[in-house]
T-cell receptor, first 117, second 112 residues
Framework: GAVVSQHPSWVICKSGTSVKIECRSLDFQATTMFWYRQFPKQSLMLMATSNEGSKATYEQGVEKDKFLINHASLTLSTLTVTSAHPEDSSFYIC?????????????FGQGTRLTVV | SQELEQSPQSLIVQEGKNLTINCTSSKTLYGLYWYKQKYGEGLIFLMMLQKGGEEKSHEKITAKLDEKKQQSSLHITASQPSHAGIYLCGADTAGTASKLTFGTGTRLQVTL
């Protein structure tokens, strides 16, 4: 099956610094990728939709200047948490849908655990 | 209220017992996805349902989508410790096929 890889798997950073998380579709092209956030013992909440070659679409309540998304190619989307604070500590996970081919399955990365100290 | 309600929130069953997890949407579903997650890890795709009345099975797990396409159930037969984890239903209510709204999850523990 299709593989989506996220990097890093976990990261610890100091408060005030920025952290970049990568989401790659390894064996298929993805025009659209999605970024989710998950707090402990809670479900996934969609943060934004990443569109290749255009601006991301953010869900209500998500600060676009705080969570910068870049989808520069058909296989890579990045999420940058800028000026991270402890409340940004969370599990971030991306998903991607294969472009074309009639596929409807959403493939998820393995997630990135961010801890801001 | 939540767009997607999942029940129960947690479940403890003895090994070998059957169990059912339900997922109810306030909107008509274009697609309903079931995933399993171990805490702090990525999602493992289990099954996708699209047609009213559809039923799919994989090993000891069966998922159904009702005729009205607003409710789905996940049934595990003869549960094993390997079934333990968090089960999430994801709903496509916009026809985008991959922008999903997730239920709150069901935490399953299987005791020996």
């Amino acid at each position: 099956g299709a593989v989506v890889s996220q990097h890093p798997s976990w990261v610890i950073c100091k408060s005030g610094t920025s952290v970049k998380i990568e989401c790659r579709s390894l064996d298929f092209q993805a025009t659209t990728m999605f970024w989710y956030r998950q707090f402990p013992k809670q479900s996934l909440m969609l943060m934004a939709t990443s569109n290749e070659g255009s601006k991301a679409t953010y869900e209500q309540g998500v600060e676009k200047d705080k969570f910068l998304i870049n989808h520069a190619s058909l296989t890579l989307s990045t999420l940058t948490v800028t000026s991270a604070h402890p409340e940004d500590s969370s599990f971030y996970i991306c998903s991607a849908r294969r472009t074309g081919g009639g596929g409807t399955e959403a493939f998820f990365g393995q997630g990135t655990r961010l801890t801001v100290v | 209220s939540q767009e997607l309600e999942q029940s129960p929130q947690s479940l403890i069953v003895q090994e070998g017992k059957n169990l059912t997890i339900n997922c109810t949407s306030s909107k008509t579903l274009y697609g309903l996805y079931w995933y399993k997650q171990k805490y702090g890890e990525g999602l493992i795709f289990l099954m996708m349902l699209q047609k009213g009345g559809e039923e799919k099975s994989h090993e000891k797990i069966t998922a159904k989508l009702d005729e009205k396409k607003q409710q789905s159930s996940l049934h595990i037969t003869a549960s094993q410790p390997s079934h333990a984890g968090i089960y999430l239903c994801g709903a496509d209510t916009a026809g985008t096929a991959s922008k999903l709204t997730f239920g709150t999850g069901t935490r399953l523990q299987v005791t020996l």
